[in-house]
Nanobody
Framework: QLQLVESGGGLVQPGGSLRLSCVAS????????IGWFRQAPGKEREGVSC????????TYLDSVKGRVTISRDNAKNTVYLQMNSQKPEDTAVYYC??????????????????WGQGTQVTVSS
């Protein structure tokens, strides 16, 4: 059974940091580009960041550039999302997803075939 499982969410104060993890089971992540998406209540799902199969290509949502770093450890079948200088508007459920995209990745959710169950991130004082 192919699964993605996110972890690392929680409550953080504005300006704080969190690191989200996305672990795959039932398949190897090195054949997939990985995207992180988020959805806040009443808002549409948006792509936050993505990373290519090799890790050489990364893309970020404009509003998180400079605050968020995506990385992958294919040996651990894991992708990370390091989030610093968190803002209240970062509050959302964060999902990771896998897509077979050659030589790149996308922040559009359509191409992604496999999704995790999500992890809640709340930024509040």
């Amino acid at each position: 059974q192919l699964q993605l499982v996110e972890s690392g969410g929680g409550l953080v104060q504005p300006g704080g940091s969190l690191r989200l993890s996305c672990v795959a089971s039932g398949f190897t992540l090195d054949s997939y580009s990985i995207g992180w998406f988020r959805q806040a209540p009443g808002k549409e799902r948006e792509g936050v960041s993505c990373i290519s199969q090799s890790g050489r290509v990364t893309t970020y949502l404009d509003s998180v550039k400079g605050r968020v770093t995506i990385s992958r450890d294919n040996a651990k079948n894991t992708v990370y999302l390091q989030m610093n200088s968190q803002k209240p508007e970062d509050t959302a459920v964060y999902y990771c997803a896998a897509a077979q995209i050659r030589n790149g990745c996308t922040l559009l959710w359509g191409p992604y075939d496999y999704w995790g169950q999500g992890t809640q991130v709340t930024v509040s004082s």
